[in-house]
């Protein structure tokens, strides 16, 4: 008697095994199984604006991807740290792809976070409005100081200052412009269907 039999690979999760909540993420018609530069740029972003936000931030990551079932994909924190150095501006940065799968279980757990964090979001983008439009130094607010403080030292501890984009963002001022641009655009993934919206910006101008 003949028996065939499939082998999976025991790290890799089956189709069946994934959790349907990505499933509301679509596939971007891209070449190759991997995400594009900015893609992997701007997830890896997002998830630094979150450690700013809360300490433990990191923990809080691998904390939902427990609870959303996604431990699959993200197993623990090396796996995670080897998907978040796919970042080709970390100092750290490592030659692998980051696969269509992982960057959506990275972009659901943002998404998720970004929800829990919709009121201090919320408050400090209102904050930084009300203190341009006064043209007050953004320092003298403790908590939007402390958001920008920390951003800043998380950026400068992890990039690699010898990259041309990193270089740009050399000054306090356009490393506090980004920061609150990341919490633009964490708000922007609380709104209705922000998830999916957010996940098709990934892909603008790679989508073929």
Same mark, same amino acid.
């Given at each position: ?31 190759? #199984? ?9 997830? /890896? ?8 936000? +809360?300490?433990?931030?990191?923990? @809080?990551?691998?904390?939902? @991807? +427990? ?8 197993? /623990? ?25 992982? @960057? ?24 930084? #409005?009300?203190?341009?439009?006064? #043209?007050?130094?953004? +320092? ?32 306090? +001022?356009?490393? /506090? ?7 633009? #655009? ?17 892909? /603008?101008?790679?989508?073929?």
């Amino acid at each position: 008697m003949n028996v065939s039999a499939s082998v999976t690979p025991l790290n890799s999760p089956t189709p069946q095994s994934l959790p349907m909540i990505l499933d509301s993420l679509p596939e971007p018609a891209i070449e190759g #199984q991997g995400c594009p530069r900015r893609a992997r740029l701007q997830i /890896d972003l997002i998830l630094l604006a979150i450690e700013a936000l +809360e300490l433990g931030g990191s923990e @809080a990551i691998l904390s939902f @991807a +427990e609870e959303l079932e996604l431990k699959g994909i993200i197993k /623990d924190r090396v796996h995670l740290w080897r998907m978040r150095s796919t970042n080709p501006i970390r100092r750290a940065h490592i030659r692998r792809p980051l696969s269509i799968m992982e @960057a959506k279980a990275l972009v659901v757990i943002a998404c998720y976070i970004a929800r829990r964090l919709t009121v201090v979001i919320r408050q400090l983008l209102m904050i930084y #409005q009300q203190m341009v439009e006064k #043209q007050i130094p953004l +320092e003298q607010n403790l908590r939007l100081s402390n958001y920008l403080e920390r951003f800043r030292t998380h950026f400068r501890s992890r990039m690699n200052a010898r990259r041309s984009g990193v270089f740009a963002l050399k000054s306090d +001022e356009n490393l /506090d412009e980004l920061a609150i641009s990341l919490l633009g #655009q964490l708000l922007f993934c609380t709104g209705t269907a922000g998830m999916q919206r957010f996940w098709i910006s990934l892909f /603008d101008g790679e989508v073929e």
